[in-house]
């Protein structure tokens, strides 16, 4: 039911239900444009309403403090791969495991609605709609299930793995294959609507049926991704017919997805190099100091024209580090008359974390400068804070917030973004997720794996769920696991249960922590 219906309702004296609050997150990141951006918001409290490590390892009204852990097992046999971003709808919230398990778990206390075993890992998102959830597989397949009770419904076979995100629009099921063709699916009968090869410069060329790696994007007309050849392409989202493609830079499009709005369609690539730090450092250090006493926004204002001519400079003579692209959703033409001056934010392989629409409509993303305004605590990789701040949709340039806040964030371990009411919420698989205030900067620390790790103490720091306490003895670490988690990142849930607002945080680990869980997150009181 729409928002205003529910005021309506309330303005009037009318008892309203769980379910006339009830939203969604029915895809990854939330609809097919990928905006990331939820009608309701969580400022996480000092508790999680539960944490899901495995069925037999559930933990119900969990409060951080010392002494206190969920329950771990020792060793955790089931594997969240990194991009997988859990769905909800129906009250429940559903995901897929390494072992090829499909879980849907009751939303209020995490038990088991259903569960499926399927052929293969399931590396990335299911997507809901019309009760029905489809997931991909590495088996080839598409599998879709009536939501409420997991009875399958239709499977659909490609001819190699499939480790993108589902993406449901108009009735309609798009997803890519490793075997280097993009899929069209009717949702209902989950018969071949279209199918069409990737083509590189031309159909007979040797890169043509090259994987897809990305997950697609849509605004409904067309359909949006990139493959393996580095073309990306939009498609008639009706006829599967090719309406443009265009070769972009950077070695890869594996962990990220484009994100449409408004005319554009903007993607981030993976570059050649895995490390980015101090990537452009020496051109930043060359601008000018910020003086005494000059506000960061007055700073940014007088030191950004250079800095933009900066970054344009150093991209112009490292073109291979290209790696962030805005596009005319209708052509393909690149959207501004010069180049974004996005600088590499992003390493240990990732691109960079996808832009997200905040509630006014702005695209946020992070900047490379050393004109911060909004983002000032420490980092790493770097002397200069990547900021976060809006891209001008009409220029392609910087526009950043005149408030600030305390924390920052390293430029090799970015989070993926999160937009819900008027905080944005950051999520990193090592770092935890944090909750800020785009109008005052305010800040939550909302969870972290340990209490103290990595040269940092968490508890002090005021991370409001640690799932882990090693207070007793820092060099303590969780159990293992039987394999490491599948890298890749998402960013929070935002979702009701029963008309309750809560955050869900899919916690997999990282490369340096061996570490796994699902956390549904309520609100302060």
Not at 119 to 132: D, R, V
Not at 169 to 198: I, M, P
Request: aromatic share 12%; glycine share 10%; hydrophobic share 40%.
């Amino acid at each position: 039911m729409h928002p205003q219906l529910n005021l309506l309702l309330v303005a009037l004296g009318i008892g309203f239900v769980a379910a006339a609050l009830a939203e969604d997150w029915p895809q990854l990141q939330h609809d097919p444009q990928h905006s990331g951006r939820s009608a309701v918001s969580v400022v996480p409290g000092y508790q999680a309403k539960w944490v899901w490590v495995d069925e037999t390892h559930v933990t119900h009204d969990f409060v951080s403090q010392k002494g206190a852990s969920i329950k771990y097992p020792n060793p955790r046999r089931v594997i969240l791969a990194g991009d997988v971003q859990p769905i909800v709808a129906e009250d429940k919230v559903f995901f897929g495991a390494c072992n090829g398990e499909f879980y849907a778990l009751n939303g209020t206390d995490g038990s088991t609605a259903w569960k499926k075993r399927l052929g293969g890992p399931i590396l990335h998102t299911a997507a809901y709609a019309k009760g029905t959830v489809v997931v991909g597989c590495m088996d080839g397949k598409m599998h879709a299930f009536a939501a409420t009770t997991g009875t399958p419904r239709w499977t659909f076979s490609t001819e190699a793995g499939i480790s993108v995100a589902i993406v449901l629009v108009n009735d309609a099921v798009y997803a890519g294959s490793r075997d280097g063709s993009f899929y069209a699916v009717d949702l209902s009968s989950g018969k071949l609507k279209w199918k069409y090869r990737t083509v590189a410069d031309s159909a007979d060329a040797p890169h043509s049926g090259a994987p897809i790696m990305q997950s697609a994007a849509s605004d409904g007309e067309r359909v949006f991704f990139g493959a393996e050849n580095m073309f990306f392409y939009a498609l008639d989202a009706e006829t599967g017919q090719e309406l443009w493609r265009r070769k972009l830079g950077g070695q890869s499009f594996m962990f990220s997805w484009p994100v449409v709005h408004q005319g554009l369609v903007m993607t981030f690539v993976m570059v050649p190099e895995g490390l980015s730090e101090f990537k452009m450092e020496k051109e930043l250090d060359a601008l000018p100091s910020r003086e005494k006493n000059e506000s960061r926004a007055a700073y940014a204002a007088r030191i950004w024209p250079q800095e933009r001519a900066a970054i344009r400079r150093w991209l112009a003579e490292h073109p291979a580090y290209r790696n962030f692209y805005v596009m005319r959703t209708r052509d393909g033409s690149s959207a501004f008359a010069e180049e974004v001056p996005m600088g590499r934010v992003g390493g240990i392989g990732y691109p960079g974390r996808a832009p997200v629409i905040d509630e006014p409509g702005r695209i946020l993303l992070y900047w490379r400068t050393r004109s911060a305004v909004f983002l000032t605590g420490g980092t790493f990789g770097t002397r200069y804070t990547p900021d976060l701040g809006a891209l001008d949709p009409a220029t392609g340039d910087r526009v950043w917030f005149n408030v600030s806040s305390a924390m920052g964030t390293e430029i090799d371990n970015n989070f993926s973004l999160t937009v819900g009411g008027d905080y944005v919420y950051f999520n990193n698989h090592m770092r935890g997720a944090h909750c800020l205030n785009l109008n005052t900067g305010s800040a939550v620390r909302a969870t972290s794996i340990l209490a103290d790790w990595d040269g940092a103490n968490f508890r002090n720091w005021g991370n409001r769920l640690i799932w882990i306490s090693n207070d007793a003895n820092p060099r303590e670490l969780p159990p293992p696991s039987i394999h490491r988690s599948p890298q890749g990142d998402c960013g929070v849930v935002l979702a009701t249960i029963q008309g309750r607002p809560m955050m869900f945080v899919q916690e997999s680990g990282h490369y340096q922590i061996d570490f796994g869980c699902l956390a549904a997150v309520e609100g302060k009181p």
